[in-house]
């Protein structure tokens, strides 16, 4: 029976997401956990969110400044605080993305009044609303929202602070002096003292550090050799602070693996491996096509305004995320044998055509449905499926953007589908992760080029104690699926669910209707080692399971 499985996980890995002998006959999908066959535990730092000083994040999303009339917490929107924080942020990656890269540290510290105002590197981005007012922070950054303030959003929300330094426009000294400004022990240097008087005297002990940010493209245009010589540079010799400072490489634009291959090479042969701790890897969901294109804005499709093509493309192009974990996992092997590095998955989500920002100013704003939620659920499902490679993950990006949990504007707020996909998936963090099996016909679709498949169904399971939870994405646009469960090594005393569905898959919360997509909540109806559940089409569940 094991090694009949083990041929089903291989033949699931090549693609083949569907084997007939493990449907059930009496119901349309099958899903096996296997209790004692533990993966890794789930980093919490998986459920992570990445804040970028581009349009609508920062200004408006999170600093309202002290004075405002939103309420706020020292300048930051308290709802939004309020609201990340019950979700469990593990980790918030800042200041960018692309921006990080132009950003000097040393313009968003000290008194406020006092800081300078400097163009953002997104100011001259073509994807600009017409409409959008030019001359605001958005465009001309005031620096009122710095490391202090980044770091207090941390602690209000409770997550660490995964700082991103700029490796293309400073030096090496700038980085060291920055990890010295926030991780300096307290009376021991000028920059400690700074923090001091700052309003910071304890040291904020920053761990994570992204060395520069997509340094194939707008970090630098680095060949993979001359990236891995600025990465060693930069790292070298850091004090640490008593922090275990984990330094995370600029890793490879989805599943470049010449890149991956040619940096850990150069870096092996420097005998060097150790100085890493992760390797980052951007994936976007964006080309929904359909074959007919691979222009990055021509390929684009809508948000809101997507038919049954568009709808699977982008699901299609998410899922991927599976293969590309697999095969850079492997990539990173050839060298890192013993896989000291982490894999950090630091940017992820959908990105559409500019047309549906919540506000003019929210450069890449874009509404966010049950298809977004959908595509939420698969990727998480695939990191705890990988638990034992990937170390963090960030998904892009936190409010007013590409796929945001929150849209914040002046005195208006409201959380996307994608925010309950989140939360219902925060009782993963820091549980076992379960292998599972899955048996369920792939989807298949009409596209321009040929026929697109997609996988029937998606899970994940872990457990913490003796409750299982199990999440199930089913990305059918229109078949609700009745699915068999059935637990290897264990039997449920009782079960209770959380779905988020909607009739129609366009569905979307906005300030007008914050409330058009919300989780229901059920008791799942029996008990023991199997059980059944009937998923809706576009849904996004969690089935949680007190065991014996
Ligand atoms: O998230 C938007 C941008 O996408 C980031 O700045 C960059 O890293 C990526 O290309």
Same mark, same amino acid.
């Given at each position: 029976m094991q090694s009949n499985r083990r041929e089903f996980l291989r033949a699931a890995a090549a693609g083949m997401a569907y084997a007939a002998g493990l449907r059930s006959a009496a119901n349309d999908g099958l899903i096996?956990?296997?209790?004692?066959?533990?993966?890794?535990?789930?980093?919490?730092?998986?459920?992570?969110?990445?804040?970028?000083?581009?349009?609508?994040?920062?200004?408006d999303g999170i600093w309202v400044g002290e004075d405002s009339k939103v309420p706020n917490i020292g300048?930051?929107?308290?709802?939004?605080?309020?609201a990340l924080r019950r979700v469990s942020p593990p980790v918030i990656r800042w200041p960018g993305g692309c921006f990080a890269d132009s950003y000097d540290w040393r313009d968003g510290v000290g008194p406020r009044d006092k800081r300078p105002k400097r163009t953002n590197f997104w100011a001259g981005a073509g994807e600009w609303p017409k409409n959008a007012r030019r001359a605001g922070p958005q465009h001309y950054d005031p620096n009122q929202f710095g490391t202090i303030e980044f770091t207090r959003f941390c602690k209000a929300t409770g997550a660490q602070p995964y700082f991103a330094a700029n490796l293309r426009g400073s030096t090496a000294q700038d980085f060291d002096r920055w990890v010295e400004y926030c991780n300096a022990p307290a009376g021991a240097t000028t920059l400690a003292d700074q923090r001091a008087a700052?309003?910071?005297?304890?040291?904020?002990?920053?761990?994570?550090?992204?060395?520069?940010?997509?340094?194939?493209?707008?970090g630098g245009s680095f060949t993979p050799e001359d990236y891995a010589t600025e990465f060693l540079r930069f790292t070298a010799w850091v004090p640490g602070y008593n922090v275990p400072l984990a330094f995370v490489g600029s890793g490879p634009n989805g599943n470049d693996l010449d890149w991956t291959q040619r940096f850990f090479t150069k870096v092996e042969q420097k005998g060097e491996l150790g100085r890493m701790w992760g390797w980052s890897?951007?994936?976007?969901?964006?080309?929904?096509?359909?074959?007919?294109?691979?222009?990055?804005?021509a390929g684009k499709g809508d948000a809101l305004r997507f038919d049954a093509e568009q709808y699977y493309e982008i699901l299609r192009e998410a899922y991927q995320m599976d293969s590309f974990i697999t095969s850079q996992w492997t990539a990173m092997g050839e060298r890192d044998r013993r896989h000291h590095v982490k894999l950090v998955v630091d940017e992820?989500?959908?990105?559409?055509?500019?047309?549906?920002?919540?506000?003019?100013?929210?450069?890449?704003?874009?509404?966010?449905?049950?298809r977004d939620a959908v595509l939420a659920g698969l990727t998480l499902d695939t990191f705890n499926r990988h638990a034992d490679k990937v170390g963090l993950a960030?998904?892009?990006?936190?409010?007013?953007?590409?796929?945001?949990?929150?849209?914040?504007?002046?005195?208006?707020?409201?959380?996307?589908?994608?925010?309950?996909?989140?939360?219902?998936?925060?009782?993963h963090q820091g549980a076992r992760s379960l292998r599972t099996m899955t048996g369920a016909p792939a989807i298949s679709y009409p596209r321009h080029e040929g026929t697109g498949t997609l996988v029937g169904l998606s899970c994940s399971a872990s457990l913490r104690g003796k409750t299982l939870t199990l999440t199930v994405t089913n990305p059918s646009l229109d078949q609700a699926r009745e699915? *068999?469960? +059935? =637990?290897? %090594?264990?039997? $449920?005393?009782s079960a209770k669910t959380v779905t988020l569905a909607a009739a129609?898959?366009?569905?979307?919360?906005?300030?007008?209707?914050?409330?058009?997509?919300?989780?229901? *909540?059920? +008791? =799942?109806? %029996?008990?023991? $080692?199997?059980?059944?559940?009937?998923?809706?089409?576009?849904?996004?569940?969690k089935l949680e399971l007190s065991l014996v």
């Open positions: 096996e956990v296997l209790i004692d066959e533990p993966i890794a535990t789930i980093a919490p730092e998986i459920y992570g969110h990445f804040v970028e000083n581009l349009g609508g994040v920062v200004y300048g930051l929107r308290k709802q939004l605080v309020e700052d309003g910071e005297r304890e040291a904020l002990d920053v761990r994570y550090w992204g060395v520069g940010n997509e340094a194939w493209g707008c890897m951007h994936h976007y969901a964006w080309n929904a096509s359909g074959g007919r294109t691979s222009d990055w804005s992820w989500g959908a990105w559409y055509a500019p047309g549906t920002e919540p506000f003019a100013e929210a450069l890449l704003g874009q509404q966010s449905t049950m960030a998904v892009a990006q936190l409010v007013n953007c590409l796929q945001s949990l929150f849209f914040a504007h002046e005195d208006q707020f409201c959380v996307t589908p994608t925010y309950h996909v989140f939360d219902m998936y925060k009782s699915v *068999e469960i +059935a =637990l290897r %090594g264990a039997t $449920a005393t129609d898959p366009h569905a979307h919360n906005s300030f007008a209707n914050p409330h058009a997509v919300e989780p229901r *909540e059920e +008791a =799942l109806q %029996g008990s023991g $080692a199997r059980l059944t559940h009937r998923f809706p089409p576009a849904s996004v569940t």
